[in-house]
């Protein structure tokens, strides 16, 4: 059977909001630059190999749970559904759904143009039966995106806890944002890593490969290579510890000495030790991601979880009259 043809909707931000947003977050202090720009195509690649490394429990855990729980989750929410898959990347862990569920039709959502366009093509040729579409938005400023039919049940599928980069208030903006495109009655599916020992999480986002550092320190690397400027990536360092009071591990990249550092018009001047504040990453309990799900309007129809309550994989229900 011939793989249909992709269709792909385009709304990269580009490098006009790459620009503005890191002069914004450069002039502010604590200075920081949100964690969206690290999904460049050499960013989603050293991410996508951050996912094979020891320390990061997250990735083989969810597979894991996923493997275990993914015909219990069609008795849950039925095989005649579109879904859309939220932050797509290398499209691993989908592919267990699309063998099960057989959607009628994926729509993978990706700020990195390139990276997207390689794993929705080779969904394409995979799942010949599958309709596949591609939308490249941000969708941390709205979901307004195509081929979501009204009429057709649909299923949101966010994993990787990559909901834990954002702020508790801007979580509830997007889970609305999510109910909004499913509908009532939809399902989110989504990961969400869980509190536990701080040695565990301290060793995932420092691996003693080095990659976790490489993929922070990428950002400079692309504002280097797509703004005007003299930054030098090699005068920063990675540095990621978890913060108990807040509930997050925070990465920042640190400066190794005093430096002036020029980006377009602006010049920015950082004391040695002074850093840029690059990506939060929070951890729940169930019960705490349950509290604030529900004020989008969702309920948590079911956990699963591994045997070391590392990680949860949880199916949430959209219900308006439950906000």
């Known amino acids: ?82 879904l859309v898959e939220l932050g797509s990347g290398a499209s691993r862990k989908v592919r267990l759904l699309l063998e099960t569920l057989k959607p009628s039709g994926y729509v993978g959502v990706d700020i990195s143009r390139e990276f997207l366009l390689s794993s929705t093509e080779a969904l394409a040729r995979d799942y010949p039966w599958l309709e596949v579409h591609a939308a490249c938005v941000d969708f941390s400023h709205g979901l307004e995106i195509p081929h979501c039919d009204d009429k057709i049940h649909k299923v949101a599928f966010f994993p990787g806890s990559s909901i834990g980069n954002f702020e ?24 969400v890593d869980l509190k536990k020992p701080v040695d565990i999480l301290n060793a995932a986002y420092n691996d003693s490969a080095g990659v976790t550092a490489g993929f922070n320190l990428n950002l400079l690397e692309r504002i280097r290579s797509e703004l005007d400027g003299d930054l030098d990536p090699r005068t920063f360092e990675h540095y990621a510890f978890y913060n108990p009071i807040a509930g997050r591990i925070e990465m920042h990249l640190m400066s190794k000495l005093h430096q002036q550092v020029r980006i377009e018009d602006r010049s920015f001047v950082f004391e040695r030790g002074e850093g840029i504040h690059t990506e939060n990453s929070y951890k729940y309990t169930v019960r705490e991601f349950a509290d604030l799900a529900a004020r989008a309007g969702f309920r948590q129809q079911q956990v699963w979880m591994d045997d070391d309550a590392l990680f949860s994989v949880q199916l949430l229900e959209y219900r308006s009259n439950e906000r």
Do not use: N, W
């Open 168 to 191: 508790p208030d801007d979580v509830q903006r997007l889970l609305t944002d999510i109910a909004a495109m499913i509908g009532e009655g939809g399902h989110l599916l989504i990961g």
């Open 1 to 82: 059977m011939k793989a249909q043809a992709i269709t792909f909707y385009d709304a990269h931000p580009g490098k006009v909001s790459l620009r503005d947003e890191v002069i914004e977050g450069l002039s502010r202090q604590p200075r920081a630059i949100p964690p969206k720009f690290f999904y460049d195509e050499r960013g989603s690649e050293l991410f996508d190999r951050i996912c094979d490394q020891p320390e990061y429990y997250q990735t083989r855990t969810e597979m894991a749970i996923l493997r275990r729980s993914v015909h219990e989750l069609v008795e849950h929410i039925g095989q005649e559904c579109v």
